[in-house]
């Protein structure tokens, strides 16, 4: 009964944080549509604050299982980070409160939920970095440096986020990351003056 009233309360608040934001989310609120009495939230969690970071927790590591998930799923290098790529994109657009965090600047929230983004994204490159070695392993990929590769591409997904998911259709989305994929995969230098060089 306990996890339920758990998920409940989580569930709920994640509903009203991701339609009203923090400050204007009230735990009376949430305790009234996840039927539950507003002293049992403080039980479990303390603070409006606390419910606020076991939200973002949940969303981070739902979005990094599906990533994973879809990851794992495929047999190639290439696929693998066309993978990891789409299922970013595709989870992160349903991870409103996640997404909040970098639309409204890290620093006008919570401390703890700047440590919870940087978590997640350091688990992300450590995705992207287990993809691109596999790569170099396989000679797929050729790397001067995984680290850097790895930060670089994540630094860029994570620059397209905030604008693409919030203003861009999901078409548009697809179009715009398979256009960066056959850069990465092809690079923009043509292939003749690859062999004139």
Do not use: Q
Request: aromatic share 12%; proline share 1%.
């Amino acid at each position: 009964m306990k996890l339920e009233k758990i998920d409940s309360i989580l569930e709920t608040a994640r509903k009203l944080f991701a339609k009203y934001g923090l400050k204007k989310t009230s735990l009376d609120e949430v305790a009234k549509i996840a039927r539950v009495a507003k002293g049992t939230i403080y039980n479990y969690f303390g603070s409006k604050d606390k419910v606020y970071h076991e939200v973002l927790r949940r969303e981070a590591a739902e979005i990094l299982n599906n990533i994973s998930f879809v990851v794992d799923g495929k047999t190639t290098p290439v696929e693998k980070l066309e993978g990891f790529v789409k299922a970013k994109f595709f989870y992160m657009k349903k991870a409103i409160n996640i997404l909040n965090l970098d639309r409204k600047g890290l620093e006008m929230i919570l401390p703890d939920a700047e440590i919870i983004r940087s978590e997640y994204f350091k688990k992300e490159i450590n995705i992207i970095y287990m993809i691109l070695k596999n790569g170099v392993d396989k000679g797929t990929f050729y790397i001067n440096n995984l680290d850097f590769a790895a930060l670089a591409i994540g630094h860029a997904f994570r620059g397209f986020e905030l604008n693409w998911l919030v203003d861009e259709s999901k078409e548009d989305i697809e179009c715009y990351l398979s256009e960066l994929l056959n850069i990465i995969f092809g690079g923009i230098i043509s292939k003749k003056n690859k062999e004139l060089n």
